[in-house]
């Protein structure tokens, strides 16, 4: 998993993003716009998934697009991010955008290093998952969740159902008290994706409220 990094090595906040190709030819315009969303000094550091729907899945499920079958590699993901996170002294923010972002939020049930979870239009779809969330507790204390207000309109039945199920996940966080916030951009799920998910790590750089 090739790691790289970005903005102020010191920086006691760290941000964590698994990333494509796509991701990183933009991540530059990314760290620019959270610099211009936040005055906080912020660490950023990527790493590069050798397969999207493995290493992000938290547990199989049939395609929903396309060929490609969903495995269940987010734990074993989750072990190599936790490897860079062991300074108790720093605040670990994960977040991501699409399937990354649902990681984001899945990784945050695993463990509590992380302090938020910054999910830019994750992939609520996903089969089991809002009921994983009822069932389970979340151990990071903020999150951020936005979607495209377009992302719903979609023949893809299955796919169709993400603003049921952002809505959802909302009300599960508000109901067990995590400090959340639900914010609806302009466009499709293929808009802007640097931005929605600067704008995600910034707003919990900046303390959600």
Same mark, same amino acid.
């Given at each position: 998993?090739k790691i790289c990094e970005y903005g @102020? ?5 760290? &941000?964590?993003?698994?990333? $494509? =190709? ?16 936040? $005055?906080?000094?912020? /660490? ?23 060929? /490609?079958?969903?495995?269940? !590699?987010? =734990? ?8 860079? %996170? ?29 302090? #938020?979870?910054?999910? #830019? ?6 089969? !089991?998952?809002? +009921?994983?969330?009822?069932? *389970?507790?979340?151990? %990071?204390?903020?999150?951020? &969740? ?9 023949? *893809? ?9 952002? /809505?959802?996940?909302? $009300?599960?966080?508000?109901?067990? !008290?995590? =400090?959340?916030?639900? +914010?609806? *951009?302009?466009? *499709?799920?293929?808009? +802007?994706? @640097?931005? /929605? ?11 959600? !409220?």
């Open positions: 998993m @102020d090595p010191a920086a006691q906040a760290v &941000l964590i993003q698994p990333v $494509d =190709e796509q991701d990183l030819s933009v991540i530059e315009n990314e760290v620019n716009v959270i610099k211009q969303l936040s $005055d906080r000094d912020f /660490r950023l550091i990527t790493f590069k998934v050798e397969n999207w729907n493995r290493d992000l899945s938290p547990w199989k499920a049939p395609a929903v697009f396309g060929k /490609r079958d969903f495995g269940d !590699g987010a =734990e074993d993901t989750l072990s190599e991010i936790l490897k860079v %996170c062991s300074d108790r002294d720093r605040e670990y923010i994960i977040g991501g955008y699409s399937l990354a972002a649902l990681f984001a939020l899945w990784a945050s049930y695993q463990t509590d290093v992380f302090a #938020a979870a910054a999910a #830019a239009s994750p992939s609520m779809w996903f089969p !089991g998952f809002i +009921e994983y969330m009822s069932e *389970n507790v979340i151990r %990071c204390k903020a999150v951020y &969740l936005s979607l495209g207000d377009k992302e719903e309109r979609t023949k *893809n039945r299955v796919m169709a159902t993400v603003g049921d199920r952002i /809505r959802e996940a909302y $009300d599960i966080l508000q109901k067990a !008290g995590i =400090e959340s916030i639900l +914010e609806w *951009n302009a466009g *499709n799920h293929f808009n +802007e994706s @640097d931005v /929605r998910t600067a704008k995600a790590f910034a707003r919990v750089l900046n303390g959600i !409220g």
